[in-house]
């Protein structure tokens, strides 16, 4: 479990009242798929970053399994346990080629030098990624780096897995892949995801949203729960899946809808 307790973050320390983020609470279940969501400069990405310790609280505390970010003895199982995929998959390799690449970490954790050949393989097909080992990075497509960006931290069975816009750079279908691939691969291999993101329509199937605004949690709830919020959503800036959208606007006009209409009340109405 995630535990973030009363947690007050500032860029420039305490005694400050520019708060990235302000009296956070909240906890994350093992394997639980839980989105943040919120306008540009909410808190979301501060947050991520006090998840895997590479900042930590001004105020308040988090902890991962029971350990603290801000144990200097607990940071390096910290990071290995929460794994995080940035939005630009350039940043974030590694190697000149895929195999490179995703050896890198695991090197760096210590597998056994014999089998990083097959556990390379075994992330290539968990995402997905049907392409040799010596295959030159620098020749995937944007959608194939990201899956790479992918296979690299899921080669190290993170607990807690954040991505951060990771699909922000991608295609709608690329996106859709990805997001598949996500899934499929939380099936094959159980992990938590703390997913960030301004498209709604990736995450209708999480377990929770939580929609920050100002450094807060301003809403949390299942996303059941969230679309029937439809205008809290829309002034966050993010926009509802069209049948959503639609009922929105045509309850507005006084049509007797529910928020999220089914076919056969869609089939009703017309
Ligand atoms: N490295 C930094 N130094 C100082 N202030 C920062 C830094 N990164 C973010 N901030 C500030 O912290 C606040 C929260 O920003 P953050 O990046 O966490 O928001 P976000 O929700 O991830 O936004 P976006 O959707 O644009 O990625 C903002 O006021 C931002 O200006
Ligand atoms: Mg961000």
Redesign the pocket.
Known sequence: MISIQSVSFS?TGAGTNEW?LRDVDLDIAPNEFVALL??????????SRLLNGIEWPTEGIVTVDGLSTADPAAIAAIRRTVQIVFQNPENQQVGVTVGEDIAFGLSNIGWPQHDLSARTKWALQLVDLPVDEDRLVAHLSGGEKQKLALASVLALSPRYLILD?STSMLDPIARKQFVDILHAARREQPFAVIY?T?HLEEVVNADRLVL?EK?RIRAIGTPEQLLQEGELLEACGLELPFGRRLALSLRKAGIPLSASPDLEEWRRWL
């Open positions: 860029y990235a919120g306008p540009n400069g909410s808190g979301k990405s501060s947050l816009e960030i301004h920050f450094g």
